[in-house]
């Protein structure tokens, strides 16, 4: 979603800085997603450790409170370059474009991450709401949760990933 784009080389580029614009705009500045917010770590009520790998996160199933600040541990104990993203289906849709650009550049392998090609090209993955690791790594990403139920879940982007299961709804307590 966030993409500092330093140099337009194709009209695809521009297009795709456009699309990314708009995406910005609802998630980045101003007004937060509806899916939730960066949290304070002094309002972190639980943890969960969440790892991944292919195709799969673990534990299957994550429940939280609304308004809820959770403390999330991502690790990567897959071979491949995963992603952990808190988001919505219309988020992770905006998000795919720039997840295939990353690949087509040759800033995503299979398992390795090409820092400086994505500093180079200043697309560094920063959104609030995921991350992207290779095989071992781990991060952290506190999330207040909304006050009211919302669809909400974790997918990861990274092409293919998700349309092969690596999606998973985040559940509210209270809700079925
Ligand atoms: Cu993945």
């Known amino acids: 979603m ?8 194709s009209l695809a580029a521009g297009l795709l800085a456009l699309s990314s614009t708009t995406a910005l705009a609802d998630a980045g ?3 937060a997603p509806e899916f939730g917010r960066t949290g304070d770590e ?16 673990k534990p299957g199933a994550i429940r939280v409170m609304p308004g809820e600040t ?3 541990i991502v690790v990567n104990e ?11 289906e219309d988020a992770w849709e905006s998000h795919a474009a720039e997840m295939n650009r990353m ?5 995503i392998d299979y398992d390795v991450l090409r ?12 959104d609030p709401n995921a991350v992207l690791l290779e095989p071992g790594e781990r991060a952290e990403i506190i999330w207040t949760f909304p006050d009211k139920v919302t669809e909400v879940g974790i997918a990861c982007n990274v092409p293919g990933h998700r349309k092969s299961g690596m999606v998973q709804d985040i559940i509210f307590r209270g809700e079925g």
Do not use: C, P, Q, W
Request: glycine letters at 14%; charged letters at 25%; aromatic letters at 8%.
């Open 42 to 57: 002094h309002h972190v009520s639980r943890t969960y450790e969440v790892r991944m790998g292919e195709m799969y996160f």
């Open 70 to 72: 959770i403390r999330f």
């Open 115 to 126: 820092h400086g090609k994505m500093r180079e090209m200043g697309m560094m993955h920063a």
């Open 29 to 31: 500045h101003g007004k």
């Open 2 to 9: 966030k993409i500092t784009t330093t140099g337009i080389t």
């Open 103 to 107: 690949v087509d550049e040759g800033m």
């Open 78 to 88: 897959g071979d491949a370059v995963h992603e952990f993203n808190l988001g919505n």
